[in-house]
């Protein structure tokens, strides 16, 4: 059974740092897109980072310099570390994996994590 599961989640001040992980069962990780998403409820699900089959990772322009997405092959995990968070980083957050980093290549998706950042 492929399954994606999301952790790591919580509620933290401004310039505060989280780190999320997406653990994978049921199939191997690093043999797949693994991208990280949030969103907002009311909004459209924003994509935030991808980290590809072959190693090399994407960022949107919003989260670059903030957020890095590493892989740990022995654990089958996929991180999302996130610094300097913003109050507009609150959304929940999930991982998804797909054969690439386009959004409409994802085909299975994690439950979401929910990050709360205020003051």
């Known amino acids: 059974q492929v399954q994606l599961v999301e952790s790591g989640g919580g509620s933290v001040q401004p310039g505060g740092s989280l780190r999320l992980s997406c653990a994978a069962s049921g199939f191997t990780l690093s043999n797949f897109a693994i991208g990280w998403l949030r969103q907002v409820p009311g909004k459209e699900r924003e994509g935030l980072s991808c980290?590809?089959?072959?190693?090399?990772?994407v960022y949107v322009d919003s989260v670059k310099g903030r957020f890095t997405i590493s892989r740990d092959h022995a654990k089958n995990t996929v991180y999302l570390q996130m610094n300097s968070l913003k109050p507009e980083d609150t959304a929940v957050y999930y991982c998804a994996a797909g054969l690439d980093c386009g959004l409409g290549s994802f085909a299975s998706w994690g439950q979401g994590t929910q990050v709360t950042v205020f003051s």
């Open positions: 980290i590809g089959s072959d190693g090399n990772t």
